[in-house]
């Protein structure tokens, strides 16, 4: 099956800054990459995503980037807020369905005013 | 309200008990999934269903058990809790191939 890794596992940044957030996946069929982001007290709410024929992708701060050669991906949100401070999860998935998702371990993110 | 909702939000139990957790979706969405989120392991996904008559077992089944009462409940059931089952539980929903889970607040489970 499918083994995704994440990196790091937590991560203060200044308000302002930018944050990286990286992922690893084993599985070279893979072909659908979210990211996730869940709030204190909330379910995981997905922020954006990334499909295997794109190198890139961004909404407003936040941007993914994936390496098919090297089988990682990333997230970076520029411009940090307080309200980005949460858990960030990468998944991948070859075959559609949620029930195919594999997921990393989780980043939480420390935004400092 | 919230488009998947699930009850109790936190529950603190016995270990040999029967307790059921619930999940009911307004999304009209077929497809349902229970996942448990335990520090430093992520989400796993203990069971799905992709439709009332469909029950189909995830990564880490053991021990657990569900439901699909209708196309907008799905329950999750630990017939004889164990402490090691204390972690948080999500209930989350699909719509069709899309790959996007859409997931609900989350049940904290306490087995003592």
């Known amino acids: 099956g499918e083994n995704v890794e994440q990196h790091p596992s937590t991560l203060s940044v200044q308000e302002g800054d930018s944050a990286v957030i990286k992922c690893t996946y084993s599985?070279?069929?893979?072909?659908?990459f979210p990211w996730y982001k869940q709030e204190l007290g909330k379910g995981p709410q997905l922020i954006i995503d990334i499909r295997s024929n794109v190198g890139e992708k961004k909404d407003q701060r936040i941007a993914v980037t994936l390496n098919k050669t090297a089988k990682h991906f990333s997230l970076h949100i520029t411009e940090t807020q307080p309200e980005d401070s949460a858990v960030y999860f990468c998944?991948?998935?070859?075959?559609?369905?949620?029930?195919?998702?594999?997921f990393g371990t989780g980043t939480r993110l420390t935004v400092i005013p | 309200d919230a488009d998947v909702t699930q009850t109790p939000r936190n529950r603190i139990t016995k270990t040999g008990k029967r307790i059921m957790l619930e999940c009911s979706q307004t999304k009209g969405h077929d497809r349902m999934y229970w996942y448990r989120q335990d520090p430093g392991l992520g989400l796993r996904l203990i069971y799905y269903s992709f439709d009332v008559k469909d029950i189909n077992k995830g990564e880490i089944s053991d021990g657990y058990s569900v439901s699909r009462q209708a196309q907008a409940k799905f329950s999750l059931a630990l017939e004889s809790a164990i402490p090691n089952q204390t972690a948080l539980y999500f209930c989350?929903?699909?719509?069709?191939?899309?790959?996007?889970?859409?997931f609900g607040q989350g049940t904290r489970l306490t087995v003592v």
């Open positions: 998944a991948a998935s070859k075959r559609a369905g949620a029930n195919n998702l594999f």
């Open positions: 599985d070279s069929a893979s072909n659908y």
């Open positions: 989350a929903t699909g719509g069709g191939s899309n790959t996007e889970a859409f």
